[in-house]
């Protein structure tokens, strides 16, 4: 197989990957569907879709039928699966033009593509089916091309299709997906019989084949030749968004403005819902930002629908300037709210401007994508996915305008339009059937001591109950190899020593950064040091206090002044012992340390409630399997003390307690998590978890 060579998109066939699917055509329209979605100049998450017709025996009648496979609602392309597509009858799917009653039919439409299922296990079919279905390729893509949206949302789109493809492209004018849109493909290959793909006005891109790879082929090459011309368009132009009107920072300079700035931007997204927050300062991002035509393009919106779904219809671009002084928080946020009472103004109007009788209520008028020139672009949704996503669209977006523009002049989808497909109820619907969202969504964790025992077990458990989570830790191994257990986009780390200021306060830069700022501060770093008195060195003793007394307070003054920014409230949890409440032998610097975090979280617990900031504590005891405290000559000496080998120690220190129960990490974890996502109104409490200790009862 002769693999020609591509410079706008990635060529990704694998011909020895592809023949161990063999004659399968189902599998290779998914193999080339995930290559196809791991390429974003292609197409971004969740955007297009993709097809193949393959002839089944009808379960009812035993005869051979036509069924085509698609990508399901809410899929992505990149990542699809046999789980996540439709397998409808062909000739049930167009039939349906018989009982089309036009457009104000299309959404009783979408209700009839269920009574052309074959396969029962089909996911529910998405609008883009009869688009499809109409087509008789066997094969098919709807991508979203950055280079093919800038052919499609230029002006005098269709005679720039002409003149990039001569004859061989079709081209139809922007109309909203669903059966009727089939319909104007079906009449464009019709007139124009031997095209290789048709260019949807402002919306993207289909193209076709006989075989699966015949289609990969096509869709590669169309979307190549429209990168070449406007490359070339660029050239001639000179120049890209009218040239530069703003310098950038440094990037280090940029990224220290970004991460202070990150927690009152979120405070002022969360006016209604709790966010969670992205930062990109890429040059494709700076270019656009900084440039002089960017005060004229942003209040234009995007064309895509893909686009302006996940980023609203259009960005706030802040006023501050590159040297703006960060150092008061309250006089910057005086000069950004202004901003953002006047977005949300904006889209009010826009929502009263546009609505229809039956259109769903307003939905969180803040902005998603904010534009800072100088320094880069943040975007805010409910979860770090979903803001990620965003500004990847946004970047399609800006990828799409610098086109256009050197084609011949970018254009947006008119605002009703564009209303039309924000609140559209199949859209609306869509929404009502998300899963319930978590006790921790939406909140940021930060955990230290998160290597592994104790901290990584909190970690697990917020991350699980919904939250992003931060670790830190002083070994970076351990950090890395903790992240790796989480999915995409769920956790960050940060080499943290928490008796540094300065590494805590890179730790809290790095939460701002990748999500926003923290909602949840669990200081769980720590050491043990059993020793009698007249054993105990200054060493132990400042060794103990630096790291559990001195490393919660100054987590605590830099952690408090992010949530404070933020205005959300906030939780901060210690992590002590019962050594604290429980006078002991031997125990005179460990027991002191411990006895100073707790009653520092009382301390902390008074002055912050104020501010809607909880501080609790959480006292472990006997915490052996699991715990990096009882790693190596700790363990070994208190096996020895009892006369029994360390493998016997959980057992051993079972008996010790009331309910006979060995304490795991786990059960610290879910003592943290009743703090924070069940007792929503408590504030400088202990809770004890060791099994019932009598002796360090609280009261």
Same mark, same amino acid.
Request: glycine share 2%.
């Given at each position: 197989m002769q693999v020609k060579t591509y410079k706008h998109v990635d060529y990704l066939w694998d011909e020895s990957k592809a023949s161990e699917l063999g004659d399968n055509q189902?599998?290779? @329209?998914?193999y080339r569907s995930n290559i196809l979605g791991a390429d974003l100049r292609i197409t971004n998450f969740g955007g297009g879709n993709t097809s193949c017709k393959t002839i089944e025996k009808d379960p009812l009648t035993n005869e051979e039928v036509e069924v085509m496979w698609i990508k399901g609602s809410g899929g992505d392309i990149g990542t699809l699966t046999k789980a996540g597509i439709a397998g409808l009858y062909t000739e049930r799917l167009r039939n349906l033009k018989n009982v089309y009653g036009g457009l104000e039919d299309e959404d009783r439409m979408v209700g009839l593509f269920n009574h052309c299922i074959y396969d029962l296990d089909s996911k529910a079919p998405s609008i883009d089916t009869p688009l499809h279905g109409l087509l008789p390729f066997k094969h098919i893509d709807h991508l979203h091309p950055d280079a093919l949206i800038a052919v499609a949302a230029a002006k005098d789109s269709e005679k720039v299709t002409k003149e990039i493809w001569g004859d061989t492209m079709g081209w139809v004018p922007w109309q909203r997906p669903g059966f009727d849109l089939g319909l104007q493909l079906e009449k464009c290959l019709n007139d124009n019989p031997g095209i290789r793909g048709i260019v949807l006005g402002s919306h993207g891109l289909f193209t076709w084949g006989d075989t699966s790879y015949e289609c990969y082929l096509n869709s590669l090459e169309v979307i190549e030749m429209a990168s070449e011309y406007i490359e070339k368009k660029i050239k001639e132009n000179g120049s890209v968004f009218g040239g530069q009107k703003v310098e950038s920072l440094p990037e280090e300079e940029r990224k220290e403005k970004a991460a202070k700035l990150m927690p009152l931007l979120r405070g002022l997204c969360s006016s209604e819902n709790q966010m969670i927050g992205h930062f990109t300062d890429t040059d494709v991002v700076l270019e656009y930002i900084n440039s002089n035509d960017l005060e004229r393009l942003a209040p234009m919106g995007t064309s895509c629908p893909?686009?302006?779904?996940? &980023?609203? /219809?259009?960005p706030l671009v802040l006023t501050? %300037? &590159?040297?703006?002084?960060? %150092? =008061? %928080?309250?006089?910057?946020?005086?000069?950004?709210?202004?901003? @953002?009472?006047?977005?949300?103004?904006e889209y009010a109007e826009y929502y009263e401007n546009c609505k229809r009788d039956n259109s769903p209520g307003?939905?969180?008028? =803040?902005?998603? /994508? /904010? /534009?800072?020139?100088?320094?880069?672009?943040?975007?805010f949704a409910k979860n770090k996915q979903t803001t990620r996503v965003a500004s990847e669209f946004y970047i399609n977006a800006i990828n799409v305008m610098r086109g256009a523009e050197a084609i011949t002049e970018y254009t947006s989808l008119p605002r009703q339009e564009a209303f039309d497909i924000e609140y559209w109820l199949l859209e609306e619907a869509k929404l009502q059937r998300m899963p319930k969202e978590k006790p921790l969504s939406r909140k940021v964790a930060l955990v230290t001591g998160a290597g592994g025992g104790i901290g990584k077990a909190i970690a697990d458990k917020l991350a699980e109950e919904g939250a992003n989570v931060v670790l830190t830790d002083i070994v970076e191994d351990r950090l890395v190899e903790g992240v790796a257990t989480y999915k995409r986009d769920v956790a960050s780390y940060a080499v943290c020593d928490v008796t540094n200021t300065e590494s805590i306060a890179n730790a809290f830069k790095k939460a701002c950064l990748e999500f926003g700022g923290v909602d949840i501060i669990v200081h769980s770093a720590g050491l043990a040091i059993s020793?009698?008195?007249?054993?105990? &060195?200054?060493?132990?003793?400042?060794l103990l206090q630096n790291v559990l007394v001195k490393g919660q307070f100054d987590l605590a003054k830099q952690g408090v002044a992010v949530m404070r920014d933020q205005g959300l409230g906030g939780n901060f949890i210690s992590i002590a012992s019962k050594n604290g409440l429980v006078s002991g032998p031997n125990n005179v610097g460990y027991g002191t340390s411990k006895a100073a975090q707790q009653h520092m979280s009382r301390l902390l617990a008074a002055e912050l409630g104020k501010d809607k900031i909880r501080v609790n504590v959480v006292n472990p005891d006997g915490v052996i399997v699991g715990s990096k405290i009882w790693e190596g000559d700790w363990a070994e000496g208190r096996a020895k003390a009892y006369g029994i080998t360390v493998d016997e120690l959980p057992a051993h220190y079972a008996k010790r307690n009331l309910l006979n129960e060995i304490i795991y990490p786990e059960d610290i974890a879910n003592g943290v998590f009743a703090c924070v996502g069940i007792l929503d109104k408590s504030t400088g409490n202990i809770i004890n978890v060791d099994g019932g200790m009598a002796n360090a @009862?609280?009261?």
């Open positions: 189902v599998e290779l @329209f998914l893909d686009h302006f779904l996940r &980023t609203k /219809i259009q501050l %300037s &590159t040297d703006e002084d960060f %150092s =008061n %928080s309250e006089k910057v946020l005086e000069k950004l709210t202004p901003a @953002f009472e006047n977005y949300r103004k307003m939905r969180d008028p =803040n902005p998603v /994508i /904010i /534009i800072y020139p100088g320094v880069g672009m943040f975007s020793k009698p008195l007249e054993e105990t &060195t200054d060493k132990d003793w400042n @009862f609280v009261r």
